[in-house]
């Protein structure tokens, strides 16, 4: 508690992407201390050398330049007494501000408290820097109305339009087990370890008001959502985002993925909705795939990342001809057949084992944030679940659908505060 | 045996309470005047609905054609005293130390759920115990409580190691469970004695080099897997001298607070790792039971602590209380009859409700050590 109050407006970026400088308390354990590479200064400028402020108009970890590793988590809220879940985020927002920053979970940190006590931090990013963390919150249609459709704390007619049920898309193979959630944070940051114990430390402070759905670790960002990054590859090898919605084009910003005032409700006003899909590759017959079907499926040159009526990556696709299939992704994906519609995509690719029956079950985890899943995610997936040659080697195999609203501004605000006030 | 163990123990709190007793006057003469307790399968019928502050004595003759328990509780369920396992026919007595306050009494048929309920009053005046006089308390109180679960086990015991060795199958079976849920709730105290845990409880396979796979759960793979206990009789009377032992150190040992608040915590862990999973009675699937008594173990041992702990954080008393309420809850989803649905009749998602509802519960109690070690 004491943290929040001293933990100043630094960094209010427009897009919340500027690394801000923390005004940080005396007392405050910082992780870098005694770990390795600290500085000589004292370590806290080094554990907090490649923060990302938590703080600002919009939540950070959406335009953010996609980092390289993913926690993502989505829970179940397992009570119904609304002060407890309001509790329970602003013990969230006081952590994620800490852990954001590169420091321990709680005020007393790993190592600080006293031996009968079980530490207030997990401990397994002490003398870790903050590597980029950001947690992003979303809010499930759940929360609202949950599966008897109680409105279990009073704030079903807060719901959003826009946050509708996604629809059952042809060839979806949905676990329900590893779908939906009333909320869900994603933890981005250069370093695994980071952002699983931060996803942990979460888990953990919220044990008796939310239970663990499912949970998915990422690695190898899929998209690129700023100019300054190179377009990554997906585990099929292929280029994936080149025509993402990225930071620098604030215009298509406000058009595409902030929600604008009278949108729907105030408290999602310069938010954005989030829908993930868990799509597993079916790669070893992707593998056996030639290398000209491989290119006519994407519509894109595989080494280049160029349209294949196109010599360089970030050529327009030339869609009038047949040089690029009817049924190719790159098409079906594109703007102009689908209204105009555009998303910011940051997915990452997944591998968790193998199946059993001597295959990996890999994928890619989709993430995208828009303005309105209805008129942006809805119409594209229907064309291409219905059309994409993609999907005899895909299978999209959990969903979820949630609110993101803003970012906090003042170090006395807390996640959900708008929403439940 | 007992008395010398209360003066031994010889908290100032104690000392206290006696002392209140005496100088109440008047009433306070007549502690022999014991109240008698009518418990039946539907009924508990009790003399006397108040007492003046002091030694109280009870007798409980029980009329119904259950297995019953008489309990006092303090607030919170905070046990004052109380008798397990009286049979049919037969009459216990109780005689308990109280100051005064409100208390309630219960019998429990069956001896299961909260039992059937009574005011009771004490009167008299008593003195604030202080902080370290409070912690004090609890050790004794907890002690009181080791003491009546030691006594049925060994009850218990006895009567599942002589229906083993007399071959009766289907009797085992139905005591099992039985004998075990007074093992369950004092399962922490059992553990200080490193080397007769495993003796008594471990599982096929944990056993060290050069140790025998013994105990109940070696006797439950015979009832449950082959039925064939003939050659059990050696198994089941060292069950029994195990068991005899660690019974007369558990009465011998005095728990310290943060003992107490760390077995509360290591209950509910034991419930997390082995009962959710199936792993500790794999054989009969009968670790609902087990799940029950490890949660009233835990339970014991919090209110034990409790008049230090609402001191020091009352807000914290108040959620565990709610989190104990609602694991009973769920667990009683899950009752059939006087006993618990089988491990293997519960679905995975019944499954996760009581994972959640265990880590929603042990969570405040892992914070109740450092609230006891900070001494303030």
Request: hydrophobic share 40%; net charge negative.
């Amino acid at each position: 508690m004491q943290r929040r109050k001293v933990i100043g407006l630094a960094g209010v970026g427009a897009a919340g992407v500027a690394a801000g400088a923390l005004a940080l308390s005396s007392d405050d354990p910082g992780r870098g201390a005694g770990g390795a590479g600290a500085g000589g200064d004292g370590s806290r400028g080094n554990a907090a050398a490649d923060a990302i402020s938590f703080w600002g108009d919009r939540q950070a970890g959406i335009v953010t330049p996609a980092q390289d590793r993913l926690h993502f988590m989505a829970f179940d809220v397992i009570t119904d007494d609304r002060a407890a879940l309001v509790g329970m985020l602003e013990a969230w927002t006081a952590a994620a501000a800490r852990m954001t920053a590169g420091l321990d979970a709680g005020t007393r940190g790993a190592v600080g408290g006293i031996p009968e006590a079980p530490p207030d931090d997990t401990g397994e990013a002490l003398g870790l820097p903050a590597s980029g963390l950001t947690l992003t919150i979303g809010f499930g249609p759940g929360l609202f109305r949950d599966a008897t459709g109680k409105d279990r704390f009073g704030i079903a007619d807060r719901r959003p339009e826009a946050l509708a049920d996604l629809p059952a898309f042809p060839g979806d193979a949905l676990d329900a087990k590893i779908s939906g959630g009333d909320i869900c944070v994603q933890a981005c940051a250069h370093d695994p370890q980071v952002a699983v114990h931060a996803i942990r430390n979460l888990a953990r402070l919220g044990m008796g008001v939310v239970s663990v759905r499912w949970s998915q670790l990422g690695f190898g960002r899929t998209s690129s959502t700023s100019t300054s990054q190179d377009t990554p590859r997906n585990l099929f090898g292929f280029k994936d985002g080149t025509a993402n919605l990225k930071a620098e084009e604030t215009a298509l910003l406000d058009e595409h993925l902030w929600v604008r005032d009278g949108d729907g409700p105030d408290w999602m006003t310069g938010g954005s909705y989030l829908v993930t899909r868990k799509i597993r590759m079916i790669i070893e017959t992707w593998d056996r795939t030639p290398l000209g079907e491989q290119e006519t499926i994407f519509g894109r040159a595989k080494g280049s990342g160029a349209p294949l009526t196109g010599t360089a990556e970030f050529d327009e696709p030339d869609l009038t001809g047949d040089r690029i299939d009817v049924g190719a992704h790159v098409r079906l994906a594109h703007p102009t057949v689908n209204g105009g519609a555009r998303l910011l995509r940051r997915g990452y690719n997944y591998v968790d084992g193998s199946d059993g029956l001597g295959r990996l079950d890999a994928g890619l985890f989709f993430i995208a944030y828009q303005r309105d899943p209805r008129k942006q995610f809805v119409p594209v997936q229907t064309r291409l679940s219905r059309h994409d040659l993609l999907n005899e080697y895909i299978r999209h195999v959990s969903s979820g659908v949630f609110a993101c609203p803003p970012g906090l501004l003042a170090a006395d605000d807390h996640w959900g505060r708008s929403l439940l006030a | 045996m007992r008395t010398a163990r209360i003066l031994t123990a010889a908290t100032a709190a104690a000392l206290l309470l006696a002392a209140c007793g005496d100088n109440d006057g008047g009433t306070t003469g007549d502690e022999d005047a014991a109240i008698a307790v009518s418990a039946s399968d539907t009924a508990c019928d009790v003399a006397e609905g108040e007492s003046a502050a002091g030694t109280v004595t009870f007798t409980i003759a029980n009329k119904g054609s259950k297995v019953t328990e008489f309990y006092v509780y303090a607030d919170g369920d905070r046990v004052m005293g109380e008798v397990e396992n009286i049979a049919p026919g037969l009459s216990r007595e109780l005689i308990v130390e109280l100051a005064a306050g409100t208390y309630e009494t219960a019998c429990k048929p069956g001896m299961i759920g909260k039992g059937i309920r009574n005011g009771f009053t004490v009167t008299g005046s008593s003195t604030p115990l202080t902080e370290d006089a409070k912690l004090a308390q609890a050790t004794t109180d907890y002690q009181r409580y080791v003491k009546s679960q030691t006594g049925a086990l060994i009850d218990k015991t006895t009567e599942f190691v002589t229906a083993v060795k007399a071959g009766k199958v289907d009797q085992a079976k139905a005591l099992f469970p039985v004998a075990r849920t007074y093992w369950e709730r004092i399962e922490p105290v059992a553990e200080i004695f490193g080397d007769l845990d495993p003796a008594i409880d471990g599982r096929e396979g944990d056993q060290e080099e050069g140790q025998e796979f013994t105990g109940f759960h070696r006797i439950e793979k015979d009832l449950w897997t082959t039925g064939d206990i003939s050659q059990d009789g050696p198994v089941a009377d060292k069950l029994l001298v195990d068991v005899q032992k660690i019974v007369d150190l558990a009465n011998s040992t005095t728990l310290s607070p943060l003992q107490l608040a760390n077995g509360a915590k290591e209950l509910l862990d034991e419930v997390a790792t082995g009962k959710i999973t199936g792993e500790e009675d794999r054989y009969s699937h009968t670790d609902l039971w087990d799940f029950a008594a490890n949660v009233e173990g835990s339970q014991a041992a919090v209110s034990a602590l409790r008049p230090a702990l609402e001191e020091k954080d009352a807000a914290l008393v108040t959620t565990l209380d709610e989190r104990f309420a609602s694991v009973e809850a769920a667990l009683e989803k899950h009752r059939d009859g006087d006993g618990w649905k089988p491990h293997t009749a519960l679905t995975e998602a019944d499954l996760k409700t009581l994972s959640d509802e265990i880590n929603a519960l042990a969570e405040p109690i892992s914070r109740i050590a450092a609230l006891v070690a900070s001494g303030k």
